[in-house]
């Protein structure tokens, strides 16, 4: 069996001592049954739902005035908006490995932090959805280039363009994420219908659970669905962040053009996406007190996890720097010398700080195991992959091969408003997650439990006790 | 629920067990048994209680493939309708049914159909959405989706006799109750 029993590992269990399957379920079905709203939540929904209100500005000004209240202009016509999207989309693919490959991996710590992954997968899919949909500037005009559909013109996308290839990554890629997530809530949301005492929950989360009954018949189809679900969700993820490469690396712009992006993009995808899910999993178990659930255990996998692709990233910049150099390319060349050196050098240097140092200090298992430490690592590389996208976007276009016509970037406080009013739309999104919905998979840690007999003859879990 | 309590009223019987393997064990007596309209309710999957039961394979592997086929043929050919026949454009060249670049969308649908044919393919199967089911008349089920074992032989099934039914039921090894369930 190429499955190894998670308990017999050293190291931190994955799940406290003393659970049975009825503490697992109040534990966290109470987190959103209960009827005190707690003031931490407020306070922090608050501040989130604040934040939000700033892309509200951001994009009623967008509409009003176009998008020459953003720093964009040419040579450099690709800002913030493809920068956050970037950015974006890349934090939602760890919720997808998550869910997805270490199931199929049979990885079974991650049954306490899939939900809330797969919820932040969905998030920040909707907030990276936003910059290319605004950038179009009239997006209501766009849609007939965008999406295939018979319009009175006549008209058809070009597919042969990366940019459509985009669109049809992404929007597959959002709906298939809500799926996952959606089906793996059925039967969470059947056993919060059968807790609540209140009439009109009971109503609310049985619509949700589509008269789910827990019949092994149903379950047995169930599996093979989620199975399925993450099957074809492995390689969708791997190909989402490929192509949001391929918008740069079938481009001709130096410091775009190389076969290396498409494993580099994913790569660092996964390791922003770990950085987020430990900087929103370190609040929330601390806050819910779930740390029977989210054990030590998780933080160092997921803090070796981000370590590991951070190496492949770092190894992306160097061979980034190795193939300008050995192609012998004037342009190239002098792209790379120009990002090192150039006017925009400090971004270069913080995120080798960020993304190439940092998370090396992971190596040594005290740092590891320091929950402050791992926080701070997890927002260090959110800084530092925000800042490779400008690096990689920014510094290739604003010195391309003709020097009449380079131009400097910055962006202007509408972009700023606009990438912190999604960082408001994330928040304000997940909040009201943690609220409503169970954060943890109720169903999925059960089947963890010692001698739940969930996995073929008596339990592997229990053989070992 | 309305006085008529004759068979007709009468959905089957549902025995209580203590616990996972229990209810394991009971299963692979009631099939023995003969039993064939029997369903359990746990609150997760049980490989060990589907093999019990000798359920069938699913399908829904073969419906997911058929699926994914669909919409990589879809999607191959709205492209390729799209750009040959409807809408020709000469983009830097290429040859107007330009393949390798209708690869990604192609996949993309590919996934996006087997996704959902896995999807709603689950809920066919299941036959879900089902707003009433006799099983939630039995006081004690809610616990089936929290810590309950529940296992259920069908008025329905040719064995099936009230009082033999209940009597077998339970002379079963770690049964807690057994109920009626009501249409």
Not at chain 1, 32 to 46: C, D, E, H, S, Y
Not at chain 1, 102 to 128: G, P
Not at chain 2, 109 to 117: C, D, H, V, W, Y
Request: neutral net charge; charged residues 15%.
């Amino acid at each position: 069996m190429s499955s190894a029993n998670p308990m017999d590992l050293p190291g931190a269990p994955i799940l406290g001592p003393g659970h049975t399957l009825g503490t697992v379920t109040d534990k966290i079905g109470d987190v959103v049954l209960t009827r005190k709203t707690p003031r931490g939540w407020l306070g922090g929904f608050a501040i989130a739902f604040g934040l939000l209100q700033l892309m509200l500005l951001a994009v009623v000004n967008l509409l009003f005035v176009g998008i020459g209240v953003w720093g964009v202009t040419i040579p450099i016509g690709w800002g913030f908006d493809i920068i956050n999207f970037v950015w974006w989309i890349g934090i939602g693919h760890a919720g997808t490995l998550i869910s997805a490959i270490l199931l199929l991996m049979r990885q079974e710590w991650r049954m306490s932090i899939n939900r809330f992954a797969e919820a932040m997968t969905l998030f920040a899919v909707a907030c990276a959805a936003f910059y290319p949909i605004f950038h179009t500037g009239r997006p209501w005009v766009a849609a007939y280039w965008l999406l295939p559909y018979p319009n009175t013109m006549g008209l058809w996308p070009n597919f042969r363009s990366p940019l459509i290839w985009d669109v049809f990554a992404v929007s597959t890629y959002a709906t298939v994420s809500a799926l996952f997530w959606y089906v793996g809530l059925i039967p969470d949301m059947a056993t919060l219908r059968d807790k609540t005492g209140s009439r009109l929950l009971k109503v609310v989360y049985g619509m949700g659970a589509l008269g789910w009954r827990g019949s092994i018949r149903h379950w047995h189809n169930y599996e093979t669905a989620y199975l399925l679900l993450a099957g074809l969700a492995t390689p969708l993820v791997v190909s989402v962040h490929t192509v949001v490469s391929f918008d740069f690396a079938t481009g001709l712009v130096p410091g775009w053009h190389a076969t290396i992006f498409p494993p580099y993009f994913v790569a660092g995808a996964v390791y922003a996406g770990f950085a987020m899910v430990l900087t929103l999993a370190i609040p929330l178990r601390w806050y819910y007190r779930l740390q029977d659930f989210i054990t030590m255990r998780h933080l160092e996998n997921m803090a070796k996890v981000m370590m590991a692709t951070g190496l492949v990233v770092a190894y992306g910049y160097v061979i980034e720097a190795f193939m300008a150099w050995y192609s012998g390319n004037t342009y190239e060349m002098f792209m790379m010398k120009n990002r090192m050196t150039g006017p925009y050098a400090v971004m270069y240097w913080c995120l080798i700080l960020c993304n190439v140092v940092t998370p090396n200090l992971l190596w040594f298992k005290r740092l590891r195991t320091s929950i402050p430490f791992l926080f701070l690592v997890a927002l260090v590389v959110s800084v530092g992959m925000w800042l490779e996208r400008f690096v990689i976007i920014v510094t290739s276009l604003h010195r391309d091969f003709l020097p009449a016509s380079w131009g400097m970037y910055a962006g202007t406080k509408y972009d700023w408003a606009a990438f912190i009013g999604t960082i408001g739309l994330f928040l304000t999104l997940f909040f009201l997650f943690v609220r409503v919905l169970p954060a943890i998979s109720m169903f999925e840690m059960k089947t963890i439990l010692p001698g739940s007999g969930a996995h073929g003859s008596g339990g592997e879990a229990e053989k070992a006790r | 629920m309305s006085a008529e309590v004759a068979t007709s009223g009468l959905y089957g019987l549902m025995a209580e067990f203590r616990g996972p393997h229990e209810i394991v064990a009971g299963a692979r007596l009631v099939t023995e048994k003969g039993y064939r309209r029997v369903d359990g309710y746990t609150p997760y999957p049980m490989e060990d209680l589907s093999e019990a039961l000798e359920l069938p394979r699913s399908v829904l592997p073969k419906l997911v493939l058929g699926g994914g086929i669909l919409g990589c043929l879809l999607g191959y050919g709205l492209e390729y309708w799209s750009a040959v026949i409807a809408y020709p454009l000469n983009i830097g060249g290429r040859p107007l049914h330009s393949w390798p670049s209708f690869i990604v969308p192609a996949f993309e649908t590919t996934i996006l159909f087997a996704a959902g044919t896995a999807v709603l393919g689950m809920l066919a199967l299941n036959g879900l959405p089902q707003p009433y089911h006799p099983v939630f008349n039995v006081a004690s089920f809610a616990k089936a989706s929290r810590d309950g074992f529940f296992l259920a032989i069908e008025a329905t099934d040719p064995k099936f006799d009230r009082a033999d039914t209940r009597r077998f039921l339970e002379s079963l090894h770690g049964v807690v109750q057994v109920s009626e369930i009501e249409e």
